[in-house]
């Protein structure tokens, strides 16, 4: 059930980004390395919208999930406020602040935490469509993460 979820939550993100029209939207997928886990390190997969504010701020939501691979995994839908500064062209350092549900499901058992965390990283873009997002982030209830994503301007 879980995989179908995440497999749903990935087509979803391709098909939105196929059919969106607005040109102050971006959307990515990435990996992550986290501490999401309580016993060990887990990897993760996210997706993630923007929509860009006029100045330096963006709005958005990102959905990760993460598994310590074994029997441990964390779904992670938070929304977002970004704000971008030391601006050269599209190329942009950003700090991030996010909130949301922390899903906790374990031994057949559902848990929930509220989540908070910051975010740093830089994008880069590759053209004047696509970009790539080093990052890392730190919060509670997970320790913390590091990661990339790989997206698309609308």
């Known amino acids: 059930m879980k995989k179908k979820i995440m497999i749903s939550v990935f087509f979803l993100g391709f098909a939105l980004c196929a059919f969106a029209q607005e040109e102050k939207m971006s959307a990515g997928l990435g990996l992550e390395w986290n501490m999401n886990s309580k016993h060990n390190f887990a990897g993760g997969a996210n997706l993630g ?3 860009n504010l006029p100045g330096y701020v963006a709005l958005g939501f990102t959905v990760t999930g993460s598994t310590n691979f074994s029997g441990f995994h964390v779904i992670e839908p ?3 406020l970004r704000y971008y500064f030391l601006e050269e062209g599209y190329e942009r350092f950003f700090i991030q602040i996010d909130t949301g549900p922390f899903i906790i499901l374990e031994d057949g058992e559902t848990r929930y ?3 908070g965390g910051c ?4 994008r880069l873009p590759l053209n004047s469509s696509i970009y790539v997002e080093p990052y890392g982030r730190l919060g509670y209830p997970f320790a913390f993460g590091l990661g990339v994503m ?3 301007y609308f």
Do not use: H, P, Q
């Open 150 to 152: 790989a997206g698309m």
């Open 119 to 122: 975010r740093v990283g830089y």
């Open 113 to 115: 935490k509220l989540e």
């Open 78 to 80: 938070t929304a977002l």
């Open 49 to 51: 919208f923007y929509y």
